[in-house]
């Protein structure tokens, strides 16, 4: 019974595109992120979402969107796809309250072409 | 600027011999200090919370160490499935749960 699950595990698509990766967690948590992993495995924050609404909104592009229809859900949408945008992408969530440790999914893989 | 740096990149040890991993950090308040296990191919497993300097945590044959400047985690005998990335993840005073991660520490551990 997975924790937190993210679709698709890959992702290879052209530049140019727009695409979505999908995080659900079933942990009952009130904050849900979105994490850049690059090729060094530097992990870095993008996005965090308490309860439906935005409280880190990191340096990031304004071609990636997130949307959380709900605090089970936070989804990552990403237009007008780049080279750089090539790296490992990771959903976590934690309950709320900091110091809480975050619990991530196994990550989707984007490669831009 | 926060920053976490963890040394060395990378670690080759044989089965058994003990070695220890290093997290230096800079933050303007250090809520609590996290360390997290990474296997090839999935996300970030937590393995310890340190909150304040002094404090230790064990778990295994992994402990985890904290002064006001760094942290230490400690492979005693370590086996060849301790093999892993290690993670170091530094949370500061503004609450928001955000986390500043290190590079991380690729261990293999030769049998």
């Known amino acids: 019974d997975t924790a937190v699950s993210q679709t698709p595990k890959y992702l290879v698509t052209q530049m140019g595109n727009d695409k979505s990766i999908k995080c659900e967690q079933n942990l009952g948590h009130d904050t849900m992120y979105w994490y850049k992993q690059d090729s060094k495995k530097f992990l870095k924050i993008m996005f965090s979402?308490?309860?439906?609404?935005?409280?880190i909104n990191e340096t990031v592009p304004n071609r990636f969107s997130p949307k959380s229809p709900d605090k089970a859900h936070l989804n990552l949408h990403i237009n007008s796809l780049e080279l750089g945008d090539s790296a490992v992408y990771f959903c976590?969530?934690?309950?709320?309250?900091?110091?809480?440790?975050?619990?991530f999914g196994n990550g989707t893989r984007l490669t831009v072409t | 600027e926060d920053q976490v740096t963890q040394s060395p990149e990378a670690l080759r040890l044989q089965e058994g011999e003990s070695s220890s991993l290093n997290c230096s950090y800079t933050v303007s308040g250090l809520r609590g200090l996290f360390w997290y296990r990474q296997d090839p191919g999935k996300g970030p497993e937590f393995l310890f919370t340190?909150?304040?300097a002094g404090e230790e945590k064990e778990k295994e044959r992994l402990k985890a160490t904290l002064t006001k400047k760094e942290s230490f985690l400690h492979i005693t005998a370590p086996k060849p499935e301790d093999s892993a990335t290690y993670l170091c993840a530094v949370q500061e005073r503004s609450n928001t749960g955000k986390l500043i991660f290190g590079q991380g520490t690729t261990l293999q551990v030769k049998p």
């Open positions: 979402y308490n309860n439906k609404e935005l409280i």
């Open positions: 340190l909150y304040s």
């Open positions: 976590a969530s934690s309950q709320e309250g900091g110091l809480r440790p975050l619990h």
